[in-house]
């Protein structure tokens, strides 16, 4: 079945680490998207990218940064600049670009916490 | 960007009672999505519906958009239906992006 894969499911790190989460999608979608939750909120954008080698910060970049060298991967480092990354982080993918039509599909999120 | 509203922010049901929550935003949008999110954090599409009406089962959905709101209605609730539904729009010449309300919780009670 197709859908997008995002692992690990839990995640802890450490003050001054850098980490990585994982979004994999065989969708063949163009469009990927990091959101980010935190608790009783809604969700709020880290990073766009619409096509392979490009990528589009979002309105809470700072402290994050991501690659889409690969179609089916965009993975989103959480960096030491990130002051307060414990949050519920959820990937998101869609196949055409701001129309939206087919649905934006996400996938079921990593939680990360800092010890 | 562009505000989004939900209301109420939590509810509280007998099962098979039914319910409306709402969403309300400040833009004309060219999308407007509601998702599911269950206990377990994963988000489920329900409706695609920038205006009009779709029925989906027990639940439909209707948005004007010239009045910039949408109600999704939820009929003879089931505790499976438990989680937080939020509403998403999107403006194509945002950066399309989709702003989200700060969702409703639903809890139903047997």
């Known amino acids: 079945d197709g859908g997008i894969t995002q692992s690990p499911k839990y995640l802890f790190r450490k003050e001054g680490q850098n980490v990585t989460l994982s979004c994999e999608q065989n969708l063949n979608h163009d469009a990927m998207y990091w959101y980010r939750q935190d608790p009783g909120q809604g969700l709020r954008l880290i990073y766009y990218?619409?096509?392979?080698?490009?990528?589009q910060k979002g309105d809470i970049a700072e402290g994050y940064s991501v690659s889409r060298e690969k179609k089916e991967s965009f993975p989103l480092t959480v960096t030491s600049a990130q002051k307060n990354p414990t949050a519920f982080y959820l990937c998101?993918?869609?196949?055409?670009?701001?129309?939206?039509?087919?649905?934006?599909?996400f996938g079921s999120g990593t939680r990360l916490t800092v010890v | 960007g562009i505000q989004v509203e939900q209301s109420p922010p939590d509810l509280i049901l007998q099962e098979g009672a039914n319910s409306t929550l709402r969403c309300n935003f400040s833009?004309?949008?060219?999308?407007l999505q509601w998702f599911h999110q269950n206990p377990w954090g994963q988000l489920i599409n329900l409706f695609y519906i920038p205006s009009g009406t779709k029925q989906n089962g027990r639940l439909s959905a209707t948005t004007v958009a010239t009045e910039r709101y949408s109600l999704l209605y939820i009929s003879s609730s089931q505790t499976t239906d438990s989680g937080v539904y939020f509403c998403?729009?999107?403006?194509?010449?945002?950066?399309?992006?989709?702003?989200f309300g700060t969702g409703t919780s639903l809890t139903v009670i047997p």
């Open positions: 998101a993918s869609t196949q055409i670009p701001g129309q939206g039509r087919y649905g934006y599909t």
């Open positions: 833009d004309s949008v060219n999308n």
């Open positions: 990218s619409q096509i392979v080698n490009d990528f």
């Open positions: 998403a729009v999107e403006r194509w010449n945002t950066g399309n992006q989709f702003y």
